[in-house]
């Protein structure tokens, strides 16, 4: 209890359906907490050591006096395959030294992503085939139906249907309720999933689409691959980690221009 620990893991009912799974995103980096009770997954993490692989199994009702049932869980066991990729023992090191050790590991994790990254794009589209076109700021784009009119300017209101996904196909966002339902992830209730409304250039998007979008027009559908500089950057967000690329699959349903207010001359 108390070391620091970075670990990829799996968690599945005792009849292999999948709860989570870090590898779709990144690796929980913590503190090894106190067991929340007897025989819980932190109890079994005590006889693991950096390297080690194992696999856990803890039983649903205890589990579940502390924790959210899984809606529509079934079974004894929750089952938790780990992989303790790294620990950083807390032992007798001043608070200062310890938080010093993290910071150095964590900050070179992150540079070792941001060094992976250019290759990472690299390898997936030449490996997926993709005829991309490649801006001065590296978003990669193709457009797959051309629209019509004038490309879409900074100011305008646009209309768009859209998906998000990470390079191992998993689907992270999308307004399309059929896609969240055909990619398997849970359907919020409380979002009304339509076509969302966006101004270019406010500052809720994320500079990939801003600049993305100003290749479009009504009409248009694309596929953009979104360097993590110009999406979540070194921090990420939810599942996406640092450094992470991302792809997007937009359709301009419709574009609102934004009105020009003349500026009377000046009077002398």
């Known amino acids: 209890m108390g070391n620091f620990i970075n670990v ?3 968690g599945k009912t005792d009849n292999d359906s999948v709860l989570f799974n870090t590898y779709d995103s990144h690796p929980i980096l913590s503190m090894v907490p106190k067991s929340q009770f007897k025989g819980d997954v932190f109890t079994g993490m005590e006889y693991l050591s950096e390297g080690d692989s194992a696999t856990i199994k803890v039983l649903a009702d205890s589990a579940f006096k502390v924790q959210t049932r899984p809606k529509g869980f079934k079974g004894r066991y929750l089952v938790y395959d780990v992989k303790v990729n790294k620990v950083i023992a807390k032992g007798q090191l001043p608070d200062s030294v310890f ?10 994790e992150g ?11 690299s390898r997936f589209i030449s490996g997926n085939n993709l005829k991309l076109t490649r801006t001065a700021d590296s978003l990669y784009y193709v457009i797959n139906k051309p629209g019509a009119g ?11 249907n859209y998906t998000g996904k990470l390079f191992n196909g998993k689907v992270f966002d999308s307004s399309i309720k059929e896609e969240v339902i055909r990619s398997k992830m849970p359907v919020d209730p409380t979002r009304q999933y ?5 101004v270019v250039g406010d500052k809720l998007i994320i500079p990939g689409w801003y ?21 979540y950057g070194k921090n990420g967000i939810s599942i996406i980690a640092p450094y992470t690329p991302i792809i997007f699959e937009i359709t301009v349903i419709d574009v609102h221009r934004m009105v020009k207010i003349p500026i009377p001359p000046a009077t002398k």
């Not at 004038?150 to 768009?160: E, F, H």
């Not at 290749?215 to 360097?227: E, Q």
């Open 111 to 121: 540079e070792r992503l941001k060094a992976e990254e250019p290759v990472l794009i």
């Open 8 to 10: 990829s893991a799996v």
């Open 211 to 231: 600049e993305g979008l100003q290749l479009l027009n009504k009409g248009a559908s694309a596929t953009f691959i979104v360097p993590s500089n110009l999406a």
């Open 150 to 160: 004038a490309n879409i300017s900074p100011g305008d209101t646009v209309v768009i």
């Open 99 to 108: 938080q010093s050790k993290i910071k150095a590991y964590v900050d070179g």
């Open 194 to 198: 339509m076509p969302a409304r966006i």
